[in-house]
């Protein structure tokens, strides 16, 4: 009895995680994961200069940047960020060298641990007024 038990709940956690796991999608320079209620940028192509990430995609709500979305994007110079956005994840721009400037919308209540480590470049970082 308790093997079948163990072996049901295994097979209901792995449907959850089938349901609630999200997908690797593309939108223009940009990768994207889609849950329930929210889009998750985590990525953008190798090559990106500057980004303008939507607010929406397929009518969800993007907000937040994933834990090493951008990590070695050494080619990215500027990002635009939507005022949608929540959080940005740990590590999220890891390694951007040359990202010069960022505007962080006033809706962000979360940036991740080291967020902007090896940013060599990045010399102005905008955070609005509470």
């Known amino acids: ?7 049901l709940l295994l097979v209901l956690g792995a449907l959850l995680i089938v349901t609630y796991a999200a997908s690797a999608e593309t939108y223009e320079q940009l ?8 889009i998750e940028i985590t ?3 190798e090559n990106a200069v500057m980004l303008n990430i939507p607010a929406e995609i397929d009518g969800l709500l993007v907000t937040g940047i994933g834990q090493f979305a951008f990590d ?7 990002i635009n960020l939507p ?4 959080s940005i994840g740990n590590f999220a721009f890891r390694k951007c060298e040359n990202l010069i400037s960022i505007n962080i919308p006033p809706g962000v209540t979360s ?14 970082i905008n955070i609005p007024d509470m």
């Open 1 to 7: 009895m308790k093997k079948k038990l163990g072996i």
């Open 31 to 38: 990768t994207y994961r889609t849950y329930a209620d929210h």
């Open 43 to 45: 990525g953008c192509a």
């Open 72 to 78: 070695g994007c050494s080619s990215l110079t500027s």
């Open 83 to 86: 005022e949608s956005i929540t």
């Open 111 to 124: 940036i991740g641990r080291e967020a902007f480590m090896y940013c060599s470049g990045l010399t102005n």
